[in-house]
């Protein structure tokens, strides 16, 4: 009887804990265009949604974050990159320049997104759920390159650091642990 009832707790407990994630899909954002968008377009999909900067000691994860994508892509994976200028001012480019600059630099394919913050007054409502108290992972970005893993299902499964890169074994495994899941 003590078994069922700890496994009752258990079940509610974590079915409550995943109902109190936020519902990322249904945030407003633009593209790197300026087009209304929302992650409602990648449903279904597992995303590495990651806040780059050009001019930062961890810009040439552009080209790890790029090979991740085409390798997952036909797997029902994305990476997604949000633009950021909070830290160190290393994101002073209009969205135009930023564009060019991942295209010619570093053959980005994957899709970006309009330059927002991260943290402070000004923090944009996806960060502010990617982080808030409510996040599995609450607590704020430090530093530009910051990843969140969100599953098929929209929760976020992991976040990592600007030192992981994104095609260390740490983070692949995440990656294909979550491709794996239906």
Known sequence: MKLLTTLAILFTSLTMFAASQPNLASIPLKDIKGKDTSLKDYQGKVLLVVNV???????????????????????????????????????????????????????VTFPLFDKLHVKGPEQHPLYASLTGKDSPYPGDVKWNFGKFLIGRDGKILARWDSKAKPDSKEVTDAIEAALASK
């Open 53 to 107: 900067a050009s001019k930062c000691g961890y810009t040439p994860q552009y080209s790890s974050l790029e090979a991740t994508h085409r390798k997952y892509a036909d797997k029902g994976f994305a990476v997604l990159g949000f633009p950021c200028n909070d830290f160190g001012s290393q994101e002073p480019g209009s969205n135009e320049e930023i564009q060019t600059f991942c295209k010619t630099k570093y053959d």
